[in-house]
């Protein structure tokens, strides 16, 4: 099991341009959620996809996008990029069990490292 | 809306003394509450989680946290420490119903010979 992974690792944009980061879930995971973590800072969450849909939204502006696929990989394209928008970007997948309600675990991939210049 | 406070952000120590890392939290709905650790240049590992029951938890590595409602705080400890626990530490809670999480600003352990 290859566990969540992300591509690009690292990334060099600058100011204005958009950037599209891509993640796949562990194996049997169905809802992707992203976050945003600044340099000394902890992860902030941006949105949670499941079932092709954006599920919940965090405290960020609609330059943050996402896509759910068919077989739950999961895209964030951030656009007209801010030298704020510098950080790790993190995917986190869990398995929601029918609908249920009761906690199921987050793993989290390795991150993109988005640089703005 | 939930915060997460963590007051220590860089926690010194040498190696075999005992550490605690102060977690506080603050929300209107029932939550989950989770320790993860962060080495270099890797993603979040869980550390170990509160869901319910025994408000006493336990890693598979030493370290422990404790729920306090009443304080609304969920703070680790381990009794002796490695070089290997050097790492950041991020505490986290989720509400219940959803599967969002909210991170503290993390405590960087750094553990001494």
């Known amino acids: 099991d290859a566990g969540v992974t992300q591509s690009p690792t690292h990334l060099i944009k600058t100011r204005g341009q958009q950037v599209t980061l891509r993640c796949s879930p562990k194996?049997?995971?169905?809802?992707v959620s992203w976050y945003q973590q600044a340099l000394g800072q902890g992860p902030q969450f941006i949105f949670q996809?499941?079932?092709?849909?954006?599920?919940q939204r965090g405290n960020f502006p609609d330059r943050f996008s996402g896509h759910q696929f068919p077989n739950y990989s999961s895209e964030l394209n951030v656009n007209a990029l801010l030298l704020g928008d510098s950080a790790l970007y993190l995917c986190?997948?869990?398995?929601?069990?029918?609908?249920?309600?009761?906690?199921?675990?987050?793993?989290f991939g390795p991150g993109t490292r988005l640089t703005v210049l | 809306a939930q915060s997460v406070t963590q007051l220590d952000s860089q926690v010194p120590v040498f190696e075999e003394a005992p550490v605690e890392l102060r977690c506080n939290y603050s929300?209107?709905?029932?939550?989950?509450l989770f320790w993860y650790v962060q080495y270099p240049n890797q993603g979040l590992q869980l550390l170990l989680k509160?869901?319910?029951?025994?408000?006493l938890v336990e890693s598979i590595n030493g370290f422990e946290a404790e729920f306090n409602k009443s304080q609304t705080s969920f703070h680790l400890r381990k009794p002796s420490v490695h070089i290997s626990d050097t790492a950041e530490y991020f505490c986290?809670?989720?509400?219940?119903?959803?599967?969002?999480?909210?991170f503290g600003s993390g405590t960087k352990l750094n553990v001494k010979p």
């Open positions: 194996s049997g995971h169905d809802t």
């Open positions: 986190a997948s869990s398995s929601v069990s029918g609908g249920s309600s009761l906690y199921n675990e987050q793993f």
């Open positions: 929300s209107s709905v029932s939550v989950y």
């Open positions: 986290a809670v989720s509400e219940i119903d959803f599967n969002k999480f909210y």
């Open positions: 509160y869901l319910s029951g025994s408000t």
């Open positions: 996809y499941y079932e092709e849909e954006e599920r």
